[in-house]
């Protein structure tokens, strides 16, 4: 019903910086909530951040908090990620998700993985030390 393409993975050092975005098509998810997760090799996969259905409030891991930030464009159904002082531990793949139903609650709320019904195939992003 509704597709999710990430893009801007890449290569980069640490400290570098990093900007992942996410088209959504098939439908609106203006009333949706969106977040990013991330897998390493070997690890389960974790939440990174949230954005509520109106770009209102963020919600963020501890770990990346203060160095990611999360942001949508309801006109064109999309949602951004912007990686600051990127360290080797956030190597992974990352991956763009949608609720599988419309969200109204702040964004603190979206974080479990059992919440997001719809995935984007996700984007390699490799920090070198």
């Known amino acids: 019903q509704v597709q999710l393409v990430e893009s801007g993975g890449g290569l980069v050092q640490a400290g570098d910086s990093l900007r992942l975005s996410c088209a959504a098509s098939g439908r609106s998810v203006s009333n949706f909530a969106m977040g990013w997760f991330r897998q390493a090799p070997g690890k389960e996969r974790e939440f990174v951040a949230s954005?509520?259905?109106?770009?209102?409030?963020?919600y963020y891991a501890d770990s990346v908090k203060g160095r990611f930030t999360i942001s949508r464009d309801s006109a064109k159904g999309e949602v951004y990620l912007q990686m600051n002082s990127l360290k080797s531990e956030d190597t992974a793949v990352y991956y763009c998700?949608?609720?599988?139903?419309?969200?109204?609650?702040?964004?603190?709320?979206?974080?479990?993985?059992?919440?997001?019904?719809?995935w984007g195939q996700g984007t390699q992003v490799t920090v070198s030390s």
């Open positions: 998700a949608c609720t599988s139903r419309p969200a109204y609650y702040s964004a603190n709320y979206y974080f479990r993985s059992n919440d997001f019904g719809s």
């Open positions: 954005i509520n259905w109106s770009g209102t409030s963020t």
